[in-house]
């Protein structure tokens, strides 16, 4: 898919993720829509896709954090490779695919993160981050995901004959 | 080098050393010019899609939360009963405190001694507004769009009419990033209102909304209800603004100090619009007096034996 289209949908995305869903979900657990679109985008499509959408709306991401730069960046194209990786190796009609993806993805994205920021000094209470945000998050995940990968399904039967990114 | 960008190795490698580079430009904080540049792009559009989605909430929020709204009010009429009688009480004691410095001839030398927040809010009017929350539940900042064109500088304290709200930490040309109070890496000084005892306030991250006072004294420090306000030590924020209210007090016999759990005033997982301290007189800790614990009763004294 051509960097002219998918650089206006990540920028939306971010826009969406940072300024629209804090004002109808306030507090900690909210769907993590790049997240969903970068595997979605890896399960659907695959071809090395996923990894690039996840570098690049990471980037885009990190921008609106305070957290310590590339956070986002790097886990999401580490996310988005795996997600290529499972187009390549699973039947992707299979709906189940997509929800058990997303799913185990929300747990390593979150925890990953948490994880790298402990070693970078800050303090993790992680039985409360668990229970609180990350299975909460997973379980929203993963009942939005249906929906996201409808979108993306059907964005990929328009890009696909005229790949060329 | 145009292969470069056709290939999607290519692309990959020069997302990672956009990636780096960011991480070494926040490193030594030089990121202010891209930052500047992708808020001047996004800015604009996050106002309008802020503007149209209050007007969506208003629409459709009223009709999900009108039994949350409903609990709300009781709890509200129950605090405003409350807050009749303490205000009442406040302007008695008001009353005498005057009548006392009359008596004395006091003189009020010390500017300070009002809520420094009443002073910039009527010196700035400007409300700046909140853009944007961070992706992460990690990590607690906002960005408001207000800057250093707006002469909103590092360290200013950042406030809503109902008490502090956290600190900016970043600032570009027209926005700002604001360290919130219940991020892991926040620390404000403050005093328990009603024993003046003093400790450190520190947000809880992960998402939690609740604040945990450290370092209280042993002892009667503090207790549930009790409204904790910025001490003013340090001279990071100035004194006697609302931080929150205790929930909860833990304290263990094997414990060297006292906690207590802490609602802020704010809702800072609603924020829309704020204030950004311009001007405060800081504390100056060389003459402040040294705050102390609750007054213990005082003991009895040893009985004298007389020679």
Do not use: C
Not at chain 1, 28 to 53: I, N, Y
Not at chain 2, 46 to 63: C, E, H, K, M, P
Not at chain 2, 275 to 280: D, Y
């Amino acid at each position: 898919m051509s960097p002219y289209l998918v650089l206006p949908l990540l920028f939306v995305i971010t826009l969406i993720q940072t300024t629209l869903l804090p004002i109808f979900l306030p507090g900690p657990v909210r769907p993590d829509l790049m997240l969903m679109v970068v595997v979605g985008w890896g399960v659907v499509h695959g071809e090395g896709q996923a990894a690039l959408w996840g570098l690049a709306g990471g980037l885009m991401l990190d921008l609106f954090s305070g957290a310590p730069f590339g956070l986002h960046a790097l886990s999401l194209g580490a996310i988005g490779w795996v997600a290529d990786t499972l187009q390549t190796n699973f039947f992707r009609s299979n709906l189940l695919v997509p929800l058990a993806t997303i799913f185990i993805a929300t747990l390593l994205y979150h925890i990953g993160q948490a994880a790298v920021l402990q070693l970078l000094g800050y303090t993790i209470n992680w039985a409360f981050y668990i229970f609180n945000v990350v299975l909460p998050t997973a379980i929203l995940n993963t009942a939005l995901m249906p929906f996201v990968y409808w979108i993306l399904r059907r964005l990929d039967r328009v890009v696909r004959p005229r790949l060329t990114w | 080098m145009l292969d470069l960008f056709r290939s999607r190795t290519g692309f990959i490698l020069i997302l990672l050393a956009l990636v780096f580079i960011g991480i070494a430009l926040r490193a030594t904080g030089n990121m202010g010019l891209v930052q500047d540049a992708t808020f001047g792009v996004f800015a604009p559009v996050q106002t309008i899609l802020i503007d149209a989605s209050n007007g969506v909430t208003n629409l459709f929020g009223g009709f999900q939360e009108v039994n949350e709204l409903r609990a709300q009010v009781k709890q509200l009429q129950e605090r405003l009963n409350t807050a009749v009688i303490d205000s009442v009480r406040v302007r008695e004691l008001e009353i005498e405190n005057s009548e006392l410095r009359a008596q004395l001839e006091y003189k009020q030398e010390n500017p300070d001694y009002l809520l420094s927040g009443a002073t910039v809010l009527q010196e700035n009017d400007n409300r700046a507004r909140v853009l944007s929350q961070d992706p992460s539940a990690l990590v607690n900042y906002i960005t408001i769009d207000q800057g250093r064109a707006e002469n909103v500088a590092v360290g200013m304290p950042v406030i809503t009419p109902a008490g502090l709200v956290g600190r900016v930490t970043e600032v570009g040309e027209h926005w700002a990033r604001v360290l919130l109070l219940n991020d892991t890496t926040s620390s404000v000084n403050a005093v328990v209102q009603s024993t003046r005892a003093t400790g450190v306030v520190q947000g809880q991250g992960q998402g939690s909304e609740l604040l945990i006072m450290r370092y209280l004294p042993l002892g009667d420090s503090v207790k549930e209800d009790d409204l904790i306000l910025t001490s003013g030590i340090g001279g990071a924020f100035p004194k006697r603004l609302v931080i929150g209210q205790v929930i909860q007090v833990r304290q263990r016999d094997t414990d060297l100090f006292t906690e207590a759990i802490i609602r802020p005033s704010v809702d800072l997982s609603r924020l829309e619009f704020v204030l950004v301290m311009k001007k405060f007189t800081p504390t100056d800790i060389t003459t402040e007096p040294t705050p102390t614990a609750a007054p213990s009763p005082t003991p009895t004294p040893a009985a004298t034996i007389a020679p």
